[in-house]
């Protein structure tokens, strides 16, 4: 096997090792497979490239270029041209891709559903890595830093994971790096053919001057290098496991937000609000769920994801819990007494296909769930979670709730919470800055109870307080962003969520924050639509008898409940009801007006469009056009790049041979262009010009170079006495059939060389180096033309200057 040979294996083996890394990332590891097969396809191109031979750079390009066609054909084959052209259409499909697959990252937790767009971002990005890796330690034969983009595969994986990436992963993308290094040292040496080598002990064979013939020992460079790469391994595995300070370096096992096998056997310490803000923000409100409901009342219809539960004073995130299958009825809420009015509730909900995460939006607490798919039931939050890469996408399903309608009294005579409830939903960070008690304290002060705490702690966020509703503000949520808030008064429903829920179990209060979806706007058919501005986080408190309660205290969101305002609720329940045939209809997201948009603005037309009968358009406008066409120039400039050589001497060759009219001076023109024609065609194909020669002298060299015999010989000479005709004749006779001449001169240069010269020649012409002779000449002409003006200006403005003086003193 030839050096390069062993090189190219080397590089693809260590970009597969270091890809490695990217398997626990999602659940289903198929994409792999497919990365291997594609990156084993770029470097046979890469090898094939490399034995025409081509330039460098251009071997790089049509490895870019193959590995792009197969990834269209992938990914984007349908709407591609022929199957593996990127159009537009393929480019708008990309585009699409890439949005919901960079979603889905700030969506799911480890490990992630393999999304078609994750796994177009896993593939693409091991090809690039692939790519870079071989142009590097192949292409330009300088292994070492082919290092970099290995390193920075495995952080990749490493960051994703929280950190915690597990050992082998390490050990495989070293080894891969190692094994690349001690190639290209093997390289090197086959390079300086046999070395001088000690007399081994044994039965040594040495030919003349000691040279050693092969003593069975490895090479001493050789030895050294797989020394020096052991102790490396070895030092980087052990020193970072020795330093327990470090929290076990690069193999500190789970971090976190590490989820549990992957089978769905609990819920891993995620915080789903990464994404919040970015929806709140969005420029489009996109309709992610729409339903209907039999509820008298929707303003009390929150659609909640899951709770988070666990302060650590770096986040809330939720807790990890077992997770159980879901059962028909599901459980009583824990804490929710029998003699508290309730009213059962029947909705039927329906996810848009673009709305795909885990987690399953339900009115809480639900007490009976109707959907298909693999689904696991967590009963601590009362949430739904997919399992085994089931979403939301495009589900259908029913829900059952109750809606809880407790009094003033009710919750104002709740008993005192159980001991073990207590303790773990009023627990704080030992550095929750004082100033969250103390404030909670003062905004509290002469409140007889839990309850009438919890009302003036939301009316002070809600009105009271001065604080303003901005989802522009950084969305922090630990102990500092907390304090930072409660001083700054500006922030969104995240900021409110975390504050009050902190607040309230520094007085004792069991707290939690629940993440989900305002009740959103009501259509004329009868349906509720939800966007993706209705995202919402809302504190959850607990009352003994009456279990986790709804409070709302930010401002100009979402509603507060009845049982926090001045009027109570009146006591109405009613009989059950089913959701009509149909409810869930397609969704749509038309802009429409938010049930928290202020009235101010709902009068000045700025809460969106009034829901109109009828259908209504699709949503998502999908990529904008502006996009789609940079992405496509894009694309167009990549692909035409490398064959720009081809085409500018395709366009030289045609002008040159063009028609250039009749005129004795023009037929000399077109002699002299036709000729030019001949030594570039020459120089294509390995033969290069020697200006100082005359025309015949150069015709004999092109026919003895170019190995020319019979009609292209005879027709070099012709050409060659027809530019002399021209050059030195008194009265120069035009000559004529000389675009044929030069089509049989080409034809029998091509015949005299392989294949590999021919497209050499067709790619990469030598003669289109005369581009850069071209503008290196214009740039030179330009700075002269400059050089000879500044004389004549500074003339020009001392003699100004003199005029001034000479005004001044008259």
Sequence with gaps: MSGRARMTLCALAATLMASAALIPLVTDAGWFVTAAVLLAVQAGVGALARRVPLARALTMAVQLIVSMLLVTLLFAGTKAVAGVLPGPDAVEEFGRLLTTGAADINRYAIPAPASEGIRLMLIGGVLLIGLAVDTLAVTFRSAAPAGLPLLALYSVAAGLSGGGASWLYFLLAASGYLLLLLAEGRDRLAQWGRVFGGAAQGAPRQGSAGLDQGSGAPLAPIRTGRRIGALTLSVAVLVPALLPALNGGLFGGAGPGRGGSGGGGTISAVNPVVSLQESLNQPIDREVLRYKTTAQQTQDMYLRLLA??????????????????????????????????????????????????????????????????????????????????????????????????PTKDDLASAPPAPSGLRKEYTKVPVDLPPVVKQTALQVTKGAGNDYERAVLLQNWFASEGGFTYDTQVQSGTGSRAIARFLQQKEGFCVHFAFSMAAMARTLGIPARVAVGFTPGTAKSDGTMSVGLRDAHAWPELYFEGLGWTRFEPTPTRGSA??????????????????PTTGATTAPTAAPKPSDSCPAAERKQGNCGQNAQAGPVGPTDTGTPTGTVVGIALG?????????????????????????????????????????????????????????????????????????LAGPPAEAVHRAAGAVEQVLYAPVPQASSGLVDEVHRVRAGLREAVNRRTRLRALLLPRSAVRVAWALSGRWSALVGRLSARRPRLDGWRAAAVRRRVVRQRG
């Design 635 to 707: 694309v167009l400039a990549l692909v035409l790049l490398p064959l720009l050589p081809l085409l500018w001497r395709t366009r030289v060759r045609a002008r040159r041979l063009g028609s250039g009219g009749r005129t004795p001076s023009d037929a000399a023109v077109r002699t002299l262009a036709a000729w030019r024609e001949i030594t570039d065609s020459a120089w294509d194909l390995g033969i290069a010009p020697d200006d100082s020669q005359t025309p015949r002298k150069t015709a004999a060299r092109i026919v003895r170079l170019g190995s």
């Design 561 to 578: 409940p009845a049982y926090t305002r001045q009027e109570t609720p009146t006591d109405s329940p009613s009989d059950p009801a089913r």
């Design 308 to 405: 988070l539960d666990e302060f650590d004073g770096t986040a809330w995130k939720s807790s990890e819990r077992k997770l159980k299958e879901v059962t028909s009825p599901l459980p009583r809420p824990a804490g929710l007494g029998p003699d508290v009015p309730t009213t059962e509730v029947a909705t039927n909900i329906s996810a848009a296909g673009s709305y795909s995460q885990i987690w399953l939006p339900m009115p809480f607490p639900a007490s009976q769930v109707d959907i298909e798919g693999r689904w696991r039931y967590e009963p601590e939050g009362r949430t739904l979670i997919g399992d085994g890469g089931q979403t939301t996408s495009g589900v259908r399903y029913s829900v059952r709730s109750l809606a809880v309608q």
